[in-house]
């Protein structure tokens, strides 16, 4: 990987307090918030995610684990990848088609049911929901508002 050092390098610089950046001189100003603060965070969502896979019917609850592990592996080559041109992406078809092949989905009948019945993502048919689509709706707007 050609910015393989540079990552290497910057890690390194962030664990020692080595020339901060601009908005670490600015953060510098505020009280800092204790790890374990985090750690609380951390460990409550994952258990009350456990909790809700594992009540559900409708998704394991090895799956989170396996997506949290997906995530890990894909933030580093994506987050070069916007850092070095400034475009953001979405992995939305790749993920789908990797999580159907942990999970025993028909990607392919999704697809098709997706282009091929009539009004499937309006809100005039209200037995198919497109609840991805919904969300990016709202989480535009949100941010958007914000």
Known sequence: MILGKFI????RMTLSDKKNDIHAKL???YPQ???WWYYIILFLSFILGLIYCYSSPLLPG???IVA???????????GVIVAVTNMTFILGVPIDIFSSLIVPVHYTTAIYLLNHIPNICTHKNLVWK???AEG?????ILWGAI
């Open 136 to 140: 990016s709706y709202t989480s535009s």
């Open 27 to 29: 953060m510098s100003h």
């Open 33 to 35: 918030v204790s790890e």
């Open 130 to 132: 497109c609840l991805k």
């Open 68 to 78: 949290i592990i997906v995530n890990f592996i894909m933030m580093i080559p994506t």
């Open 62 to 64: 090895y799956i989170m």
């Open 8 to 11: 290497i390098e910057r890690f």
